[in-house]
């Protein structure tokens, strides 16, 4: 069980959300629903989702490498990851068989874990393929580093075959958030949930109130469940979209305080939100009722006189953006959300999807953010 609520960061601490929200009684909303019914056909993953013996993805972790000698080893693994478990808006949503990363030995996850580091330190990422029958390396973007180091099979020679391991150096010589991957045929070990979030921190940083690191996706349910035994076709030319994620899951599982991505904040938190995208198309992220700045992109600081008050950023692959806002608003549960709103969906139902929201503490002991939690499939 996660010591933190909200997305993977320095959210507020569960004693302080089940204080908040009294922890008593979360559950007896159960049978509630928004307003907004939910419509059409799920998403059919088929029954090998359910008889899987593979092991189940949990919440990304942030790992601190100074609190491991400044090396983890990333261990490649096929799991059973649970996009939306519950029965609300249009669910479950399953991926019968994803490719994740696990940090030494804690649980898989789909993103892989956050990696964070402080500006100029070495570190080193073993890559663990002992326990698959296909090739990986590791590939992260910002570093500058040496040519054997940069995670591409074809011009460094370096590809980590079935059974074998291989250790990746790197310095952390470019402060600010960004993307690894596998970069062996990069389009589907991608779709198969093969990335994550290196986080380098600048000299003499000091970090928000509230700091959450965020990465969406859209996905063609179609990869996971052909490998998981399913009678489908795939064609990357021809992908088709039908699952869109922020940290893997879909809304409601995205509100879910210790297996989601909610935006957790006290009045008043200064809040610094690290977006990736790691799909291969763009989704422009909106604030409700928040006006934030974006203060880093691609590793690179914004001057001040260039960070204008805005609500919505256009989010490329692979691109990443740093935005700062302060928790000012009228105490509430503000949604955040892809405003490419059809990727606000599960399936062919709205709503759902690349969807989650700023939550304050004040409203937690309410009947309505029970009513947000027993959608989501929390119970205290």
Request: proline share 7%.
């Amino acid at each position: 069980m996660t010591s933190e609520i909200g997305a993977p960061g320095d959210g507020i601490s569960r004693r302080r959300f089940l204080a908040a929200s009294g922890a008593v009684g979360v559950s007896a909303a159960a049978g509630c629903v928004t307003t907004s019914q939910p419509t059409v056909s799920r998403v059919d993953t088929g029954a090998q989702a359910m008889t899987s013996d593979l092991p189940t993805t949990g919440r990304p972790e942030v790992v601190d490498l100074a609190e491991r000698d400044y090396e983890v080893t990333l261990k490649a693994v096929s799991a059973v990851h649970h996009v939306h478990p519950g029965e609300t808006m249009n669910g479950p949503i399953t991926l019968p068989v994803v490719w994740a990363w696990q940090a030494d030995d804690s649980t898989p996850s789909v993103p892989g874990p956050v990696l964070r580091v402080e500006e100029g330190a070495e570190f080193n990422v073993t890559l663990d393929n002992s326990g698959m029958d296909m090739p990986h390396t590791f590939h992260v973007h910002g570093l500058r580093k040496t040519w054997e180091n940069d995670g591409v099979p074809t011009t460094t020679g370096v590809t980590v075959g079935p059974g074998e391991t291989h250790t990746y150096e790197f310095t952390a010589n470019v402060a600010g958030t960004h993307l690894y991957h596998c970069h062996y045929q990069t389009p589907r070990h991608m779709d198969m949930g093969m990335y994550g979030i290196l986080r380098v921190e600048p000299e003499g940083y000091e970090r928000a109130d509230r700091e959450y690191y965020m990465t969406v996706k859209e996905w063609d349910t179609r990869l996971s469940r052909q490998y998981g035994g399913e009678d489908v076709g795939y064609d990357l030319t021809s992908r088709g979209m039908d699952t869109f994620t922020i940290n893997g899951k879909s809304a409601p599982a995205t509100f879910h305080p210790e297996t989601g991505s909610p935006i957790v904040v006290e009045p008043g938190d200064t809040v610094r939100l690290h977006w990736v995208n790691a799909g291969f198309h763009s989704h422009p992220l909106h604030l409700h009722n928040h006006r934030f700045r974006v203060v880093e992109k691609d590793g690179s600081a914004i001057p001040e006189g260039m960070q204008l008050m805005q609500d919505v950023v256009n989010v490329a692959p692979a691109e990443r953006y740093t935005v700062e806002f302060e928790a000012d608003a009228d105490p509430g549960i503000y949604l955040m959300h892809c405003h490419k709103v059809d990727h606000v969906r599960n399936g062919s139902s709205y709503p759902g999807g690349m969807l989650s929201a700023v939550v304050y503490t004040p409203v937690m002991d309410t009947d309505l953010f029970r009513q947000v939690m027993a959608y989501a499939g929390y119970e205290a």
